[in-house]
């Protein structure tokens, strides 16, 4: 199954993948609107780690075991058996928020909007491809199929 | 001293209604011009502290900057204009030379522009290159002035050692200090992809280059940084640098904060020391020097590779370049006053050495006048800013070109000239590794591959309207050349006619 | 208005070229009979011949052809070559006159053999002098040119259609046993006779069909070596090429024709490792003297011809042979009209070189 995955020897830090996750889950999905009008402002479903010398992007992993599913108590958190994407349902869930401890990368964020819901990445599953992988000015992200199981 | 007698040289402008307050901005510039103010929550900037690079400008994602040049102006005045004047003020404050980088941007006459090529038509048919071939292959190195066969037309004289080239076309030489790391992976790889050669420049080389060698040249400055046994026969060609456009009559600068660690050990000299090069190389101070130099190299290297000389383009190049074809080097490089630099003195830069055209044209007149053209492959630099500058360079009588500028506008540069600061945004002429980092190689090659790419196929298009398939029949082909609005002297020294005759 | 040698004037041709094998000489009218069927190649602004075999009695001495403006030129002239040859014989051409060829220059021979006193001090070879003679006069006596310089030959040249210009040197009484002919279509007016074809150095003489895209990389190159380009013209450089190939270098003919129709790169990376090397040794080291452009041209000399077309076949060649005889013309029409049945006709590709040989030679 193809996952992001990021090369933490180009990440620069910049940002630009959280603004364009932001936009790729907004209502208007225009860049400017995205930002500047809508309200609630879109949850990014990535979050990038800093250092020093070394930066990557983290974003939900689609785990083939996935411990966030495992830990939802409405059921609304599954992973699809066809594309192997894990997502939310989100008429089902509750905010409860133990997906967001359970996750072992942290990768589940808070969506605080009009619902309160846990918000992840779906590989921009509407997109086609990955807007963070789309747009990374450094080639630092990878949308391809390493055969890994997590 | 507190009083500032100039001002910022460029503006910021954001659009605020564009601006989403991402920060990429400020994030990515190494000057710190752009910030989060946490009081009103918007982005500000320091444009005293902006070079122009742009780098903000690329990556804001909605493009909600723009930098302006500060329209603030002086009294109008032909004689001392904004920058003379601000030069001063500088220099009075601080007592320095004047340092820029890249190459003279004040606005000489560029010969390459009033020149014009040649097509054929009726009496002699053009030929197609997308179905005809279209040879733009070429052979560096010294040539015998004749061949001789046996009786069964087997030949019997031996070569001496040559370049093959697919494409007129060569990195210039831009060394490891002034350059990063991941560019010189680029230049590498693509050289090697392209079938053409790099020029290490006079900052030693790598272990890890080593690979690339057969599409390396390198390169022995006055400085000999990085100059061993192993580095003169990792190099398909040797080039001794005697001078380069950007600044005649001095040597190489790669200021200390430049020279970390990579750059020490490939340079073998000490972390954060300045690397000045020494003007002349103090062991050539007359031709019969070179003469030594150039037959040292030969025998550290076995006769096995051809051996360059790379002179900056000034007054009497033709006479130099006379001596230096006799004094046993393959290939002569001459680089005009246009050509770039990671570090000058700005006056040097801008002012001394004279244009490639010119200086191409005059030494390989003087070379054929005394009968030793073939003995020496002419290469020329100093601004080549497009394939039509190539063809043009050719007609005048060059083997090849380099190209450094345009090598490094394709991976990023957006020629701010501020190199020598070694906070280049793009990743290119910086050492600090979290700027390098925004270089990927992977891309950088792609990109400079795309170029010289792009170059090939519209040489072959120019050739072929000339009723040409081979280069070789355009080396020196002034014929195929007209100059317009030149005057009957600089016609003289190009060897050309003017358009209409 | 400019002339030839201070403008280059492209041009495009009608070319003809017959050799017999055994040295048997035959008469001009012949030739003259084939170019004429060219006739719509040329426009009248230039034709020319060049004959070998043509002065048996004087075979040993060289037979210089030249134009002059006027009497004056031919004085200055006539001074230089007594200093630095021994005349066996000086006289004006026989011409015909003729309403297409009204007017013409002075044109004169001479039938001269170096001075040994001079010859010995200049330190040339007799063949060495000779060229440098010629270069002399063409390019420092005004008014006066030197356009056939070789032995036991000679070229017959003008303003006008070439059967016309045939018949002006009236060539029917000579007899040659090898003969060329060109017509010539220049884009300019008006033709000088100096620049009609063949142009000829010693005893080579070429006429061309074509215009040299390389031509001031070749001339370039060619000057290098103490050639000088007076006319301008295209052909005058494929001469001096060869003469440079081999006469100076000591090439044969078809190592010659290597360098000046050098084969593509993609073909020489089919070749033995042997021949490759040797192929990449002459692209490398004659490069210049690679001929680009569309071109067919019969190369004269006493042993024989050299036909050739450039690399892409540009310009049209028609080859044939008869018993002993050899024919090569611009059109096939151009041969059946002086061979009506060849043993074989054929056109050959571009870069092979047709090569008739004189058989005692």
């Known amino acids: 199954m193809k996952k992001v995955y990021a090369d933490e020897k180009w990440c620069l830090g910049c940002g630009l993948c959280k603004v364009y996750c932001r936009t790729s889950h907004s209502q208007t999905l225009d860049i400017i609107k995205a930002h500047k009008l809508e309200s609630p402002r879109p949850v990014e479903r990535l979050h990038i780690e800093t250092g020093d010398k070394v930066n990557f992007a983290l974003q939900c992993r689609h785990c083939d075991d996935p411990k966030c599913v495992q830990a939802c108590i409405t059921g609304a958190m599954q992973k699809d058996p066809e594309t192997g994407l894990v997502l939310n349902e989100t008429e089902r869930c509750v905010g409860c928020w133990t997906c967001v401890l359970a996750c072992p990368f942290g990768a589940i964020v808070r969506d605080e909007g009009s619902k309160k819901v846990a918000a992840k990445c779906d590989l921009c599953a509407a997109m086609g491809e990955p807007e963070c992988v789309k747009h990374c000015p450094n080639n630092a992200l990878k949308y391809e199929d390493r055969g890994e199981s997590l | 001293m507190s009083l500032q007698l100039g001002w910022p040289d460029y503006l910021v402008e954001r659009d605020e209604n564009r601006c989403i307050q991402c920060e990429v901005c400020a994030k990515q510039c190494a000057n710190e011009v752009h910030k989060l103010d946490p009081d009103t929550g918007k982005m500000v900037a320091d444009?005293?502290?902006?070079?122009?690079?742009?780098?903000?400008?690329?990556?804001?994602?909605?493009?909600?900057?723009?930098?302006?040049?500060?329209?603030?102006e002086f009294k109008p005045n032909a004689n001392w204009t904004s920058n003379s004047i601000k030069e001063i003020y500088k220099q009075a404050a601080t007592g320095s030379v004047l340092l820029s980088g890249m190459g003279n941007p004040k606005p000489f006459p560029i010969y390459w522009d009033k020149m014009l090529i040649n097509a054929s038509q009726v009496t002699n048919p053009s030929i197609d290159p997308l179905r005809e071939p279209m040879e733009t292959g070429v052979m560096l190195g010294r040539k015998p002035a004749k061949l001789e066969f046996d009786k069964n037309g087997k030949l019997l004289t031996k070569m001496p050692p040559q370049i093959k080239l697919s494409v007129p076309l060569m990195f210039s030489a831009m060394s490891f200090g002034s350059i990063s790391r991941n560019a010189h992976e680029a230049l590498a790889r693509a050289a090697t992809e392209l079938g053409i050669l790099y020029n290490t420049g006079e900052g030693g080389l790598a272990k890890e280059f080593y690979q690339y060698g057969q599409n390396t040249i390198v390169q022995v400055a006055s400085g000999r940084f990085g100059v061993h046994a192993e580095y003169l026969n990792t190099g398909a060609m040797l080039e001794i640098k005697i001078g380069q456009g950007a600044k005649p009559g001095i040597g190489g600068h790669l200021p200390g904060e430049k020279v970390g660690e990579q750059v020490s050990m490939a340079r073998m000299i000490p972390q954060g020391s300045d690397a000045i090069s020494p003007a002349p190389h103090h062991d050539i101070y007359s031709i019969e020097d070179l003469r030594q130099l150039i037959y040292s190299l030969k025998e550290a290297t076995n006769y096995t590779k051809p051996v360059s000389v790379k002179i900056a383009a000034v007054h009497n190049a033709p006479a130099i370049a006379s001596g230096i074809a006799r004094a046993g080097a393959d290939v002569i490089a001459i680089d005009g006053f246009r050509g770039g630099t990671g570090a000058a003195p700005q006056r040097v830069r801008d002012n001394v050495g004279i244009p490639i055209e010119l200086a191409l044209a005059a030494v390989d007149q003087r070379l054929r006048e005394e009968s030793i053209r073939h003995e020496v492959s002419l290469v020329v630099a100093g601004s080549i800013r497009s394939s039509a500058d190539v063809v043009k360079a050719i007609a005048l009588g060059a083997d090849a070109c380099y190209i450094g500028s345009s090598a490094l506008l394709a991976i990023g540069c957006h020629m701010c000239q501020t190199c020598y600061t070694g906070k280049c945004n793009w990743g290119i002429?910086?050492?600090?590794?979290?700027?390098?980092?925004?270089?990927?190689?992977?891309?950088?090659?792609?990109?400079?591959?795309?170029?010289?790419?792009?170059?090939?196929?519209?040489?072959?298009?120019?050739?072929?309207?000339?009723?040409?398939?081979?280069i070789e029949s355009l080396r020196g082909n002034r014929l195929m050349l007209r100059g317009l609005g030149l005057n009957q002297k600089e016609l003289d020294v190009l060897g050309i006619k003017h358009a209409g005759e | 208005m400019i002339k030839e040698g201070q403008v280059r004037i492209p041009s495009g041709c009608a070319i003809s070229g017959i050799l017999n094998r055994k040295g048997k000489r035959f008469s001009g009218d012949t030739i003259i009979k084939s170019i004429e069927l060219m006739h719509d190649r040329s426009n009248g602004l230039g034709g020319g011949f060049a004959g070998y075999g043509i002065y048996p009695e004087f075979a040993d001495l060289y037979a210089l052809h030249l134009f002059y403006d006027d009497m004056g030129a031919k004085a200055n002239v006539d001074e230089f070559i007594e200093h630095h040859f021994e005349i066996e014989k000086a006289e004006v051409i026989p011409t015909k006159k003729s309403k297409e060829i009204p007017t013409s220059p002075l044109i004169w021979r001479y039938f001269v053999y170096p001075r040994k006193k001079r010859l010995d001090k200049s330190g040339l070879d007799e063949q060495e002098y000779m060229a440098q003679f010629v270069f002399k006069i063409n390019d420092g006596f005004k008014g006066a040119y030197v356009f056939s310089s070789g032995k036991n030959m000679g070229a017959f040249k003008g303003v006008g259609f070439p059967e016309d210009i045939g018949r002006f040197f009236k060539l029917d009484t000579y007899n040659a046993y090898l003969w060329t002919s060109h017509g010539r279509f220049p884009t300019n007016t008006p033709g000088w006779w100096g620049g009609a074809h063949p142009f000829t150095l010693l005893n080579w003489s070429v006429v061309h069909n074509g215009e040299i895209s390389s031509y001031d990389a070749n001339r370039r190159f060619v000057e290098m070596f103490g050639y000088k380009c007076t006319l301008m013209t295209d052909t005058e450089v494929i001469t001096y090429l060869f003469d440079l190939l081999v006469r100076k270098h000591g090439m044969s003919l078809k190592e010659a024709v290597n360098v000046v129709a050098a084969p593509f790169w993609r073909e020489i990376e089919l070749l033995s490792d042997e021949e490759k090397q040797k192929f990449e040794a002459i692209r490398g080291v004659y490069g210049s003297a690679l001929v680009n452009g569309p071109f067919s041209v019969i190369l004269g000399y006493e042993g024989g011809m050299l036909a050739l077309n450039d690399r892409i076949k540009l310009r049209s060649l028609v080859a044939a042979e008869k018993d002993e005889m050899l024919y090569v013309a611009s059109e096939e029409a151009a041969i059946r009209i002086v061979c009506e049945n060849p043993d074989r006709i054929w056109a050959p590709r571009g870069g092979e070189p047709i090569i008739g040989l004189v058989e005692d030679n």
């Open chain 2, 47 to 72: 444009e005293a502290k902006c070079v122009n690079c742009h780098r903000c400008v690329a990556l804001c994602p909605t493009r909600a900057l723009k930098i302006r040049v500060n329209d603030l």
């Open chain 2, 429 to 470: 002429a910086t050492q600090r590794d979290d700027l390098v980092k925004r270089l990927n190689p992977d891309v950088a090659t792609q990109r400079l591959v795309n170029l010289v790419n792009a170059w090939h196929h519209e040489i072959d298009e120019m050739l072929g309207g000339m009723g040409i398939n081979a």
